[in-house]
Each structure stands twice: as C-alpha cells, then as structure tokens.
C-alpha cells in the first residue's frame, strides 16, 4: 500500500506531535508542490527555453542560470501563499522575503537554495532542491531578523529533492531521515525509505581535486590517507559538482564529502543557512557527522543570510579520521 508524504507526516503527528502537526504538513505540502513544478520543467528542460544563463548576476557574484530563476520564482510563489510562512530567505534573493502576519499566524521561516549544482543544468546531470526551516522566535526572544539567524541545531525540518533518474526528497523533522519517490503516474512523493541510517564507514571520498593544492595541510594529508589506503580501506573519488548529488550518495553508501577552505575562499564555498545546515541536520539525524574543519556545523552562530562556511560531512569513520588529521 502506497504512503505518501501527507500521509507520512500524518503518521509522524500521531507519533511525535510537535512540528509534524498540520500547519506543519500543510507548509511541507507547498514545498513538495514547487519541487514537482520544478521537476516538471527540468525534465523537459531541453524543449523550451530553460536552459543557459540568464542574463544577471545573483548576490553570491554568480551569473544566474534560467532554471535558478524559474526554481526560486516557482518556490517563492508557491510558499508565500502558505498564511504559516513569515519569511523565505532565498540563495537567489540578497534580503529575505518577509510577509506581513501576526506571530500567531506566520511561524515558520523558510530558507533554501532553489536550485543546487546550476553548473550541471545544461548538460543533464542531477541537480537538486534544498530547504531548511526555523519557527519564528516569540518576540521577547528576538525579531524577524534573529528568528532567521538562528544556528542549525534550531532547524524544525530540513530536506532536499534530487532531481536526477526519479526524484527523491528526503527530509528529517528531527524523528530520523525519511525518503520518497516522485510517482509520476499519480504525481504524488510516495515513501520510499524510512530512518535512514548512513553507513558507519563508505568507499568514497568526494571533493574538487582541483582545489587539492590549496587546501591547508591537514586536508592533504587526509586525502592522502584515503589514496593510499592508509584510512582503513581503498577509496574511490566520486565528484558530482551537485552538492545534493554528492551529498545523496553519501547519505545512501557512506563515506565523505569536503568543500574545505582554499585559497580563493579561504571561508569555505557552501552557504550556512541553506545548503550546509540543513544537510548536516539531516547527516546527524542519521548518525553521521557535519564540521567546519573546528566544530560542528550546527553549532555555527550565523551572522549574515549567505555566510559561507567550510562543510566537511559524512560517516563517522571518515569524519572522526579528518578530525585526526586537522588536530595533527
Ligand atoms: P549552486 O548551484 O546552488 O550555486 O551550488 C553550487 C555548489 C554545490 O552544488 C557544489 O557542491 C559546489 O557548488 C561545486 O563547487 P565547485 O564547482 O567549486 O567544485
Ligand atoms: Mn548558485
Ligand atoms: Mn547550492
Ligand atoms: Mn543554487
């Protein structure tokens, strides 16, 4: 018998209560709506006039693709229409998204990157959704502005969708990881996989080797370790350029994912808010590990909505090996 989303967190509401009560599905409900509008467009991306760039440069100095574009419009419409939402903060938007509601009403703060891994668009390789969510705090504690700029470990819900041979959302609402697939015949996310566990220790490492040369010594010398086999077992690289590609894989076989510091961003590429938090939610909640390189990635007191950080995650094994190295 079929489970899908709705119904899971129905489940999830009767187990747990808390934030997979209603208002918290109906909200869920207008993300999985979005990544379905955006699906829809990527699989037939080559046919009409999604592909290529788009003409503008985004906050982060990026020039932004068609589909960056069409995901956040498609997002933002989508989620500002849920009368629980006070604010979205986009990768693609330099300020927030804020919506006039009560307290009472507007609870949630919704932050994502529409579309992740843009450079891999134009040649069909997986891209994915990320999204991660804050409850807005009670005004004695802190304004719109600090509801938004809370550290990870204070995300509601965290999740993604990949986009790539079926579609996959996965989430944690901090009761384990849960997966879908896209059903296309009834276009419905259908349960695939419930507490997700990652594997205690991978094959794989997963980082731009072209930035190798760059990385301070402890990453070297770690990455060293897994070449030679000197980590327990021999590796192999795998490097999508998609994070929630690399990250998906990760979650599924183990193993290791680092975008470490180099000399060009010496304060790491990945966002906080919207790509480095809500995957290392979502890594702890199924036993892994997410660090800076220092400290836990969670634990990070944002300061600014499209901060950077050093994001280093994966299996146990893998992350408690790097600790090793940077300690050296
Ligand atoms: P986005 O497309 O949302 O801007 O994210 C791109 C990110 C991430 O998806 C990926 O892990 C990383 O950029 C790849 O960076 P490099 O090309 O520097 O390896
Ligand atoms: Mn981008
Ligand atoms: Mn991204
Ligand atoms: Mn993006």
Do not use: W
């Given at each position: 018998m079929i489970i899908t989303v709705q119904q899971h967190l129905q489940q999830q509401q009767q187990e747990f209560g808390s934030e997979a009560s209603g208002t918290f599905s109906y909200l869920l409900s207008g993300i999985t709506l979005a990544t379905k509008i955006i699906e829809a467009k990527i699989r037939t991306a080559g046919l009409g006039d999604v592909l290529g760039a788009f003409?503008?440069?985004?906050?982060?100095?990026?020039?932004?693709?068609?589909?960056?574009?069409?995901?956040?419009?498609?997002?933002?419409?989508?989620?500002?229409?849920?009368?629980?939402?006070?604010?979205?903060?986009?990768?693609?938007?330099?300020?927030?998204?804020?919506?006039?509601?009560?307290?009472?009403?507007?609870?949630?703060?919704?932050?994502?990157?529409?579309?992740?891994?843009?450079?891999?668009?134009?040649?069909?390789?997986?891209?994915?959704?990320?999204?991660?969510?804050?409850?807005?705090?009670?005004?004695?504690?802190?304004?719109?502005?600090?509801?938004?700029?809370?550290?990870?470990?204070?995300?509601?819900?965290?999740?993604y969708v990949v986009y790539g041979p079926s579609t996959v959302f996965v989430y944690t609402a901090g009761n384990g990881v849960h997966s879908f697939t896209l059903d296309p015949t009834i276009g419905a996310f259908v349960t695939t996989q419930e507490n997700m566990k990652m594997p205690e220790q991978g094959q794989y490492y997963s980082v731009n080797e072209a930035n190798a040369s760059q990385f301070p010594a402890g990453y070297q010398e770690y990455l060293r370790q897994l070449r030679e086999g000197e980590a327990g077992k021999a590796y192999s690289s795998r490097y999508i350029g998609s994070l929630v590609a690399d990250f998906h894989r990760t979650l599924l076989k183990g193993g290791v994912f680092l975008y470490p510091p180099t000399a060009k961003q010496p304060g790491g590429k990945l966002r906080l808010l919207y790509e480095a938090n809500p995957l290392a939610f979502i890594a702890e909640q199924?036993?892994?590990?997410?660090?800076?390189?220092?400290?836990?990635?969670?634990?990070?007191?944002?300061?600014?909505i499209h901060q950077r950080t050093p994001f280093m995650v994966g299996s146990r094994f893998e992350m408690e090996t790097l600790a090793k190295c940077l300690e050296a």
């Open positions: 003409g503008a440069e985004n906050v982060q100095g990026e020039q932004q693709q068609k589909l960056d574009v069409y995901a956040n419009q498609v997002m933002l419409h989508c989620l500002g229409l849920r009368d629980t939402v006070a604010a979205l903060v986009s990768e693609e938007d330099e300020e927030p998204v804020t919506f006039d509601r009560s307290p009472e009403t507007g609870k949630y703060i919704i932050i994502f990157d529409p579309l992740d891994g843009s450079s891999n668009i134009d040649v069909n390789v997986n891209v994915g959704t990320i999204f991660s969510i804050h409850k807005r705090l009670p005004a004695a504690e802190g304004d719109l502005d600090a509801s938004i700029l809370q550290p990870g470990t204070k995300q509601v819900a965290a999740g199924a036993g892994g590990m997410a660090t800076n390189g220092t400290g836990r990635i969670l634990e990070i007191e944002p300061r600014g």
